[in-house]
């Protein structure tokens, strides 16, 4: 039997022995026993179980997966309510296990809740441990309202305070510092982004409800609007009411932040400013650390390009420049973009060697085509992610189209792309991006160079062949832009 653990604990369970460890210790002691194979373990900290949102509880997410698809036999909980406080849950998701044949055991329980009178006592069980919960979360309602009326903060602290000796939040000394320059370059017209970069860069770390990470244009702008800084505390009524703490910023400096905030996204006639798409939106990837590229205007209207993962703190090095300079790398590609004379016959050959590689190509197309039927039985099972379902759902579409002949608009496409290069350079951005979209699957990008472009399936023959002759005619040119020889992969 291939047992595997899933362990949880959340917050403030963590000092009542529930810890993570304590669990494994449980878990390898039963499968000894049993003489069953600990396969693996899941580890989940700082969650809830009383949701029903399954995004919010990845690792468990994940375990019922693998489950599904037979990838161990039994799992394995300390207690019932590790699994799950919510019954609906519970049941829900102990029947999935049933039906995929896999055992659930409950080591707090001593039960096997894969026979008659374990199933029995599992929906007892379960309404038991939905019942402590919400009965938990009416007292913590009560605690809090109490708090509030005594002018005491609820819950975890925000970035830069501390507990003082009385219970009453104080400065951090540690964090404090970071809070200021937040507030400051908030003042001065920073962006959200911007200021979060600064954090990550000078070593800070969220705190409260959003845990020890790095800071994100999210956190940013909740910490910049929370009125605790001002020595304020919310009431649960949506309003905010005077608290014991002292502000930890001025007036001055509080509403300063908020003014310019509001400048940002407003235009000189006070009308929110639309969403900007530029040449490569949604297309380019960073190269180092494979997180996706985003572009902003700066307040002197340049389009400035940057890496998401490096603003998130993933210790991604993408120093990314100007767009200007990316453009100018695709224009010269563009324009030395080379097109053999003998495309078509190059081009049929390699997809009769594509064909031959099929055994029966019908047979492919049929084998794809359902594929995409049990992906779409997943998605709507709830087994697999949206963003999961999308990928896959695209790279079967792909595959299948790889198989359809392209012959018949050889020749119109050839066309198309002698006379891309000249669309790109008198094009708006807006434009540019329709064209790139209609070219590339992805623009791959790193530091300030264009290194590598993805073409569109109907494409890549062109692109392979173009690539090719750059090679055997030069490298780079005099004069040419930097990490002007772009390659093409597939």
């Known amino acids: 039997m291939r047992a595997r653990l899933y362990a949880r604990v959340s917050t403030e369970e963590q000092t009542e022995g529930y810890s993570i460890d304590a669990q494994r210790r449980a878990f ?26 399954m995004t919010r509880r990845p690792v468990f997410k994940k375990m019922i997966s693998d489950a599904l698809t037979g990838k161990f036999d039994v799992v394995v909980v300390h207690k019932l309510d590790r699994f799950s406080r919510n019954l609906r849950i519970t049941l829900e998701y102990f029947d999935k296990l049933s039906k995929a044949g896999v055992a659930f055991v409950s080591i707090g329980e001593q039960m096997d809740f894969s026979q008659p009178w374990g199933k029995f006592a599992l ?62 370059l908030a003042a001065q017209g920073s962006s959200d982004r911007e200021i979060a970069m600064a954090l990550n860069e000078k070593g800070y770390h969220t705190a409260g409800n959003r ?8 956190t940013v702008r909740d910490m910049l609007q929370n009125r605790f800084y001002l020595g304020e505390l919310p009431d649960g009524k ?38 900007t798409t530029f040449s490569i939106s949604s297309l380019s990837q960073c190269g180092i650390c494979k997180s996706t590229i985003a572009i902003h205007q700066t307040r002197q209207g340049r389009a400035r390009v940057y890496c998401r993962g490096r603003t998130k703190g993933l210790h991604c090095n993408c120093k990314c420049t100007f767009l200007e300079v990316y453009e100018a790398q695709i224009q010269w590609y563009l324009e030395n ?27 492919y197309r049929s084998q794809l085509q359902n594929r ?48 891309v290069a000249e669309a790109w350079s008198e094009a708006t951005q807006e434009q540019r991006n329709r064209l790139a979209n209609a070219l590339f699957e992805s623009i791959i990008i790193e530091h300030d160079r264009v290194i ?25 040119p005099t004069g040419a832009p930097s990490g002007s020889l772009i390659q093409t992969f597939c």
């Open 452 to 476: 590598a472009v993805k073409p569109r399936q109907e494409l890549r023959p062109f692109f392979q062949l173009s690539y090719q002759e750059s090679l055997q005619k030069y490298h780079v």
């Open 123 to 184: 929906a007892m069980l379960g309404a038991l441990a939905q019942l402590y919960s919400d009965n938990l979360s009416q007292e913590t309602k009560k605690g809090w309202a109490e708090r509030r009326a005594q002018g005491l903060y609820c819950g975890l602290l925000p970035f830069g305070a501390m507990k003082g000796d009385d219970g009453v939040p104080v400065l951090n000394p540690d964090s404090y510092p970071g809070l200021l320059m937040a507030f400051e």
């Open 238 to 275: 949506g309003g905010w009411v005077k608290g014991k703490h002292q502000p930890f910023v001025s007036n001055g400096t509080f509403n300063d932040a908020q003014v310019e905030r509001a400048h940002r996204r407003r235009t000189k006639d006070g009308i929110r400013r639309k969403a």
């Open 337 to 363: 973009f080379v097109i053999p004379q003998d495309y078509r016959e190059r081009i049929m050959e390699a997809h009769r060697k594509l064909e031959n590689a099929y055994d029966d190509a019908e047979k």
């Open 211 to 218: 845990g020890n990470g790095p800071f994100g244009k999210d």
């Open 28 to 53: 390898q002691a039963l499968c000894q026993g049993r003489g069953w194979t600990p396969d693996l373990e899941y580890l989940e900290e700082g969650k809830s179980a009383r949701t029903e949102d």
């Open 372 to 419: 995409l039927l049990r992906l779409q039985e997943q998605y709507e099972w709830g087994h697999v992610a949206k963003d999961q379902y999308l990928d896959k759902h695209n790279e079967i579409k792909r595959e299948l189209s790889a198989i359809v002949p392209v012959d018949d608009n050889l020749d119109k496409l050839a066309h198309f792309l002698e006379n």
